[in-house]
């Protein structure tokens, strides 16, 4: 496997962290982040964040969507409150999620998917009704878990505590690098971004294997003309090492 690289397009950090995990392993990694994660600046945002980290006890349910707003939220948490707050139920939709809140000391539990739509399916429909919900995510993130729970009857809210960006790469980024044999994909919103830059600069691409977190994105994948598309069944580094395991042999 001396020439087989994975280009693994996470988000930093967690694109340094995947692939020290798989250097370890024995693999040959490429990164290229194909989400930029930026932290809110605006000062009226900010104050906006801060007035709602301070009422966090107020909700019977804080789910954080991913990583990032996990990391992001538990400075606001140190920040806001010295000692958690009671009575609150933190959930981290996937283990990845919930293993960064666990380190951070927020006692989460985790779905036993790692997907929006796992998380429905595990969460009882009788609990929710009522019940204040606060979803912690990025800017303009997915509805879909929030307009669910909605339906079953709980007062949604939301803490966005960061920006997705598409990074600017330019075409010599692509010329440099070196052959690909298997693409780690993450999020639909990454997908998006690197087919567009594929269809510009690396169009025979499109027939590489490509790891995709869930059903969902692996449908979008396809219909956006990916041809060997798979289902890792999680964004999480074990999900995705395993089915590239699989697909390898290794």
Not at 7 to 31: D, H, K, M, Q
Not at 87 to 105: A, Y
Not at 186 to 203: A, D, F, N, R, W
Request: with cysteine; charged share 20%; proline share 6%.
């Amino acid at each position: 496997m001396q020439d087989y690289r994975i280009l693994i397009t996470r988000p930093e950090p967690e694109n340094t962290l995947s692939r020290e995990r798989l250097g370890a392993l024995g693999w040959n990694t490429v990164p290229l982040p194909m989400l930029e994660i930026a932290p809110i600046q605006d000062a009226d945002q900010l104050a906006a964040i801060r007035a709602q980290v301070f009422d966090i006890n107020e909700f019977d349910y804080v789910i954080f969507v991913s990583k990032n707003a996990a990391r992001i939220a538990c400075d606001w948490l140190d920040m806001c409150w010295p000692m958690l707050p009671s009575g609150v139920q933190w959930i981290g939709i996937g283990q990845g999620t919930t293993s960064t809140l666990q380190s951070e000391g927020v006692p989460a539990l985790s779905n036993p998917g790692h997907t929006t739509e796992t998380l429905l399916a595990w969460l009882a429909p009788a609990k929710m009704r009522h019940s204040k919900v606060l979803i912690v995510r990025g800017m303009g993130g997915r509805p879909e878990l929030g307009e669910k729970l909605e339906e079953r009857g709980a007062k949604v809210s939301y803490l966005s505590l960061y920006q997705r960006k598409k990074p600017d790469y330019v075409a010599q980024t692509f010329f440099m690098l070196p052959d690909i044999q298997l693409i780690w994909v993450t999020s639909g919103e990454s997908l998006i971004h690197l087919s567009s830059y594929v269809e510009q600069h690396k169009p025979e691409w499109k027939v590489l294997p490509i790891l995709t977190p869930s059903i969902r994105v692996n449908q979008q994948a396809k219909q956006m003309g990916w041809i060997n598309a798979y289902c890792a069944h999680g964004a999480d580094d074990n999900s995705l090492i395993k089915a590239t395991e699989y697909l390898t042999g290794k």
